[in-house]
C-alpha cells in the first residue's frame, strides 16, 4: 500500500512531535528540576520506549479491529522511535558527558545496563536505515526476518531500563507488560494459523499477519 | 514570651498533594519568565545565616568550590520512607513531626538513656562544614551543614573499650511514612552504620542544619549523619536511635543487596557498582553540555581518611 499524505499523516506526524516541544518548553522554563540533565535523559528514554511500544501494537490492534488503516503509520511511529533514541543517545554523548570520549568509554564499559542501551539501539539503527522502500526492496525476504528483531529491541531498552534501578521497578515492569503482552499475541496467532493449516479446514480463514504494505 | 498553641488543623483544610503541585508548577511556570537568568547555571547558594549569625566554618571545609543552590539540595533527596521519587520526598516529609527531638543512646557506653536534642546542643559548638555529597547514583553537591563533630558527642557518653561499632537508626513513623506503612521495598527503620574509628574520625559529622538554616526536614530533620567520604545513603537521616555494638549490624542497604552496597560504601572512582560506573559524576547546578566531574577517591578526603583503610583491600571491602 502506498504511503499516501494525506491530513491525517500531517496531524499524527505532527502529534509525534508533541513531546519533543513539550520537552523543550520544560528546558526553556527550568521546569525539571534539580538535575535537568537526567530529567531529560529520561524524558527522551521513555518516549522512544513508549514509541517502540506503540510501532509493537498496530498489527495487534488491525488484528483485533479489523481496521485497515493503522499499518499506514508503522512506519512512521518506528521512526519516531528511532528519532527519540537518536536524542536519548546524543544527549548521553554531548549534554551529559560533553563529548569527553575517555569518560564516556569507561562508563560504557563499566556499566551492564547501558550494554542493553547499545544492543536497542543498534537494531532500532539498522531497521531505520532499511526502513527505506528501495532498502525493502533489496533485501527481498530477508527484510522481514530482520525486522522481527524489533522485539528483541523492546526488550533490551527495559532490561535497559530496569537494571540501572535501585529498586522501584514500576515503570520498566509496566513496559515489560505490555510487551509481553503484545508479543503473546503474536504467538497465539502464529499457533492458530499453524493448527489451521494442519488441520486443513476448507473453511477454515486464515488470520493475516501480512503487511499490507 | 512565646505561647505555643497545638492547633490541629482539619482534614478538610489540607491542600490535596497534587493540587499543591500543580500550584507549584503554575508559580515556577510564572517566576521561570522573570528569574529565568538567575536560575540557570552555577549560581553559587546564598547563605542565609539567620539562624545561626556567628557561626565558625571548620577547618576541613572545601571552599575552592561552590556551593550548589539550595533550592536544589531541597528537592532532590531519596528519602525512599516517603517516597521512590525525589521531587515528591519534599512535599511528604513536611509532615514528619521534629519538635521536641529525643535520640536514644545505648550499648557499650557509661551513659545510656534519652537525650534530648535540645540538651546535646547546649554541649556542642555548633560549627559549618561545607562538604562534596557523593550519591552512590553517580550525582554530587557541595553543601554547608551545620552541625558538631560525632566524636565530640560520642565523647560526652564514654564509650566502653567493647565499644567497636557505631549502628544509627531512624525514624520510624509508617502512620506519616508510606513506603514504611506499606513496608516497601527495604527493611524498616532504616540503619546505618560506622566503625568507631570512622564514628570519631573529625570528619563525621552530626547535622541540625544547612545553608545557615535549620534542616528541611526532607533533608534528614531534625538530626542527621554525615560521612563525606563515602556514599550518601551512609549518611542517614532523622535519626532516633544511636547504638554502641561490639560487632558490625546488617545495616539496611547492605542487608537489602550485599553485593551492590557494602557496609564500608567508601566513595572509590575504581570500584564500580555491579550495574554502573562510578568513574565519575554529575554536580547538580553545572551546566548543559558539561563534561561530569571526575569522582576522586574518598571524595577527595583521601588525606584525612586514607590511613583509617591502609591495611585493606579496597576492592574487596567496597
Not at chain 1, 543517545?89 to 550494554?115: K, M, T
Request: charged fraction near 20%; hydrophobic fraction near 45%.
Amino acid at each position: 500500500m502506498l504511503m499516501r499524505i494525506n491530513n491525517a499523516w500531517i496531524v499524527i506526524s505532527i502529534g509525534c512531535l508533541i513531546p519533543l516541544f513539550w520537552l523543550l518548553l520544560d528546558i526553556v522554563s527550568d521546569n525539571l528540576g534539580s538535575n535537568p540533565i537526567q530529567a531529560i535523559h529520561i524524558r527522551l528514554g521513555d518516549w522512544s520506549l513508549r514509541f517502540l511500544c506503540l510501532t509493537l501494537a498496530v498489527t495487534p490492534i488491525q488484528t483485533m479491529t479489523k481496521w485497515k488503516g493503522m499499518s499506514d503509520y508503522r512506519q512512521m511511529l518506528g521512526l519516531y522511535a528511532f528519532f527519540y533514541a537518536t536524542l536519548h543517545l546524543l544527549g548521553y554523548l554531548f549534554i551529559d558527558h560533553a563529548g569527553v570520549w575517555q569518560v564516556i568509554g569507561i562508563d560504557i564499559f563499566e556499566s551492564p545496563y547501558i550494554w542493553f542501551g547499545v544492543v536497542s539501539y543498534t537494531i532500532v539503527f539498522l531497521l531505520a536505515i532499511t526502513s527505506p522502500k528501495y532498502a525493502k526492496k533489496q533485501l527481498g525476504k530477508n527484510w522481514k526476518k530482520l525486522h522481527r528483531f524489533i522485539y528483541y529491541s523492546a526488550v533490551a531498552a527495559v532490561i535497559h531500563y530496569l537494571w540501572q534501578l535501585k529498586g522501584n521497578l514500576f515503570q520498566p515492569l509496566f513496559y515489560l507488560t505490555i510487551i509481553i503482552f503484545l508479543l503473546g499475541f503474536r504467538v497465539l496467532v502464529w499457533l492458530k494459523n499453524r493448527q489451521l493449516s494442519k488441520l486443513m479446514v476448507p473453511k477454515g480463514r486464515l488470520v493475516t499477519l501480512d503487511d499490507n504494505d | 514570651m512565646i505561647i505555643k498553641t497545638n492547633k490541629t488543623i482539619p482534614a478538610s483544610e489540607i491542600t490535596d498533594p497534587l493540587i499543591f503541585s500543580q500550584r507549584r508548577k503554575i508559580i515556577k511556570a510564572l517566576l521561570a519568565g522573570t528569574l529565568l537568568p538567575s536560575a540557570i547555571g552555577n549560581v553559587s547558594g546564598k547563605t542565609n545565616k539567620s539562624k545561626w549569625p556567628d557561626i565558625i566554618k571548620n577547618e576541613n571545609s572545601i571552599d575552592s568550590e561552590i556551593l550548589t543552590p539550595v533550592n536544589l539540595v531541597k528537592n532532590y533527596t531519596n528519602y525512599y520512607e516517603f517516597s521512590f521519587n525525589k521531587e515528591d520526598s519534599t512535599e511528604l516529609a513536611q509532615n514528619l513531626k521534629t519538635d521536641n527531638w529525643t535520640i536514644e543512646m545505648a550499648g557499650e557506653i557509661e551513659k545510656p538513656g534519652h537525650y534530648q536534642l535540645e540538651d546535646i546542643l547546649k554541649q556542642q559548638q555548633l560549627q559549618e562544614f561545607v562538604y562534596r555529597f557523593r550519591c552512590v547514583e553517580a550525582w554530587s553537591m557541595v553543601i554547608p551543614w551545620v552541625g558538631f563533630p560525632l566524636a565530640d558527642l560520642i565523647k560526652t557518653l564514654k564509650p566502653l573499650s567493647t565499644a567497636k561499632f557505631v549502628k544509627f537508626t531512624s525514624i520510624y513513623q509508617p502512620d506519616i511514612m508510606p513506603k514504611q506503612r506499606i513496608n516497601a521495598m527495604l527493611e524498616w527503620p532504616y540503619t546505618e552504620a560506622l566503625r568507631i574509628d570512622e564514628a570519631v574520625h573529625p570528619l563525621t559529622v552530626m547535622a541540625v542544619g544547612m545553608y545557615g538554616d535549620v534542616l528541611p526536614k526532607q533533608n534528614g530533620a531534625a538530626l542527621r549523619l554525615v560521612v563525606p567520604w563515602k556514599y550518601g545513603f551512609k549518611s542517614i537521616k532523622a535519626v532516633v536511635k544511636i547504638e554502641f555494638l561490639k560487632k558490625a549490624p546488617l545495616t539496611t542497604w547492605h542487608a537489602y543487596a550485599p553485593m551492590e552496597y557494602g557496609f564500608y560504601a567508601n566513595v572509590n572512582p575504581a570500584v564500580p557498582h555491579p550495574r554502573w560506573s562510578q568513574f565519575s559524576e554529575r554536580q547538580l547546578a553545572s551546566g548543559y553540555f558539561t563534561p561530569r566531574r571526575q569522582t576522586e577517591l574518598f571524595n577527595g578526603y583521601a588525606e584525612h581518611v586514607a590511613s583509617l583503610y591502609s591495611n585493606m583491600d579496597l576492592q574487596h571491602f567496597y
